[in-house]
């Protein structure tokens, strides 16, 4: 038999509110990676790709409309650029 999973209707507003969440996991590992301080490849990759992943969100119109601050975003996009122009150890 199989099993059926219930798809959860989700209004724009609560899409929107799941992906600044998901927005802030990517603010919180940038945060972590600078101060772990450790400047590997890995490292800054993860950091770049993180705060790409954050101006792609930015520049959604829902993201913009949210009524939200977005300051921790654009601080933290430039918390990760400035972080990774530090050369790999």
Do not use: C, W
Not at 15 to 29: F, G, N, Q
Not at 31 to 41: A, F
């Amino acid at each position: 038999m199989p099993i059926k999973f219930k798809v959860e209707e989700l209004t724009e507003a609560q899409k929107t509110e799941r992906r600044i969440d998901a927005m802030m996991h990517s603010v919180d590992l940038i945060n972590r990676l600078i101060m772990e301080g450790k400047h590997t490849e890995q490292t800054h990759d993860t950091i770049e790709r993180n705060y790409r992943h954050l101006e792609i969100m930015l520049e959604q119109d829902n993201i913009k409309n949210s009524g939200r601050s977005l300051t921790v975003f654009t601080d933290a996009i430039l918390a990760g650029k400035d972080y990774n122009e530090t050369p790999v150890v």
